[in-house]
């Protein structure tokens, strides 16, 4: 495991509770605070589809397990533990667990995947799902019963988390199908901010 790795575990087990850890990882300036695994699956594939290696850049994307953790990674990470400057990515329901930790937080409008899914449109989401094969999948969920009042997005979006790592895989390949030309906002600012 890379440093950036040992130091994600590091931070994650002193999070929970087992114990503190001593310092960043050589050059670690930074870190984004994340939900999820999904979370960081697409952020980090965004920023290299934008020409950036966050990793070298010093910048450590930390998945937190919920957003009710922010608090204890602000405290170990921010200024009261190692320093480092903190910023956020999350959802709109989110938000006041953000901002009661960290000064700087960047909101997706309903979640990650609403975002992606909004800038790429249906279609292409579509195109991508069958590229990986879940067209079969896609067209059966889209036809059960409790499908039938909602939008295609909403449809897409629900459909992206009914399956085990699918968000995590999809948020990977959403956000590496973006045209830099249309980085949605909140993920657009906070790459700008990096």
């Known amino acids: 495991m890379d440093e950036m790795g040992e130091f994600r575990e590091a931070v994650a087990r002193s999070a ?61 990470l921010g200024p009261p533990g190692l320093g480092l400057r903190l910023t956020g990515l999350c959802d709109e329901q989110e938000r006041p667990f ?10 997706c ?8 899914i909004r800038a790429l449109g249906v279609a292409r989401v579509e195109e991508i799902v069958e590229a990986e094969g879940e067209l079969g999948p896609w067209r059966t969920f889209t036809r059960q019963p409790a499908q039938r009042g909602r939008s295609p997005e909403q449809r897409m979006r629900r459909f992206l988390g009914t399956q085990s790592g699918r968000k995590i895989r999809y948020g990977r390949l959403l956000a590496g199908a973006l045209d830099p030309a249309s980085v949605p906002g909140p993920l657009d600012a906070l790459i700008g901010r990096l």
């Open 16 to 76: 929970a509770g087992g114990g503190a850890f001593g310092e960043a990882a050589p050059g670690v300036r930074g870190a984004v605070l994340v939900e999820g695994p999904s979370d960081h699956a697409a952020l980090e594939a965004l920023a290299r589809r934008l020409g950036r290696d966050l990793e070298a850049e010093g910048i450590c994307v930390l998945s937190m397990g919920g957003a009710t953790n922010v608090a204890r990674y602000a405290e170990l």
């Open 98 to 107: 953000y901002d009661r930790a960290l000064e700087e937080v960047f909101v």
């Open 109 to 116: 409008v309903k979640d990650l995947e609403e975002e992606l």
